[in-house]
T-cell receptor, first 112, second 114 residues
Framework: GENVEQHPSTLSVQEGDSAVIKCTYSDSASNYFPWYKQELGKRPQLIIDIRSNVGEKKDQRIAVTLNKTAKHFSLHITETQPEDSAVYFCAACWGGWGKLQFGAGTQVVVTP | DGGITQSPKYLFRKEGQNVTLSCEQNLNHDAMYWYRQDPGQGLRLIYYSQIVNDFQKGDIAEGYSVSREKKESFPLTVTSAQKNPTAFYLC?????????????FGPGTRLTVT
């Protein structure tokens, strides 16, 4: 089955700096890669996703890049703000039906 | 918070007792899922259902059971056979049955078994 590894497990950044979270996956058949954000005490919510026919996707301060050859994808947050503090999960969709396999999560702390 | 709801928010049980967690959605979504969240382990899939009266095991189904008698409802029973049931349980739904549909999560139920 699919295996998704996520790094780092924790990330501290100064407000205004950029944050980068990296994930690798094992199944070359995976073709959908979403990122979910979970604020403390709240439910995970989709913030951005990318499909295998695209190498990069941006949405305001958030971008995701995908390297299918190397089987890794990354989340980039620019101009970080305190409200970006949360746990971020990457995931990969694999298998005929397409179950999501989640990474272990990255705790991002943005300090003023 | 409409959409997808879970109850209760906190649940306490004694070891050896079965317990059922509720999940309801009014989004008219076909697919529903149950995940378990433990610190440092992300979200792990317990069961999923693509259609009423049908469901499939996920990666960690042992000790759990589900039913899907109605489109809106997907209750999860944590049985006494689950060796380490204390965890945060999240229910989710998606409009499509393919994995590349956005999943909408409920607020979760924190289960503590002593």
């Amino acid at each position: 089955g699919e295996n998704v590894e996520q790094h780092p497990s924790t990330l501290s950044v100064q407000e205004g700096d950029s944050a980068v979270i990296k994930c690798t996956y094992s199944d070359s058949a995976s073709n959908y890669f979403p990122w979910y954000k979970q604020e403390l005490g709240k439910r995970p919510q989709l913030i951005i996703d990318i499909r295998s026919n695209v190498g990069e996707k941006k949405d305001q301060r958030i971008a995701v890049t995908l390297n299918k050859t190397a089987k890794h994808f990354s989340l980039h947050i620019t101009e970080t703000q305190p409200e970006d503090s949360a746990v971020y999960f990457c995931a990969a969709c694999w298998g005929g039906w397409g179950k999501l396999q989640f990474g272990a999560g990255t705790q991002v702390v943005v300090t003023p | 918070d409409g959409g997808i709801t879970q109850s209760p928010k906190y649940l306490f049980r004694k070891e050896g007792q079965n317990v059922t967690l509720s999940c309801e959605q009014n989004l008219n979504h076909d697919a529903m899922y149950w995940y378990r969240q433990d610190p440092g382990q992300g979200l792990r899939l317990i069961y999923y259902s693509q259609i009423v009266n049908d469901f499939q095991k996920g990666d960690i189904a042992e000790g759990y059971s589900v039913s899907r008698e109605k489109k809106e409802s997907f209750p999860l029973t944590v049985t006494s056979a689950q060796k380490n049931p204390t965890a945060f349980y999240l229910c989710a739904s998606s409009i499509g049955v393919q994995g590349d549909s956005e999943q909408y999560f409920g607020p979760g139920t924190r289960l503590t078994v002593t």
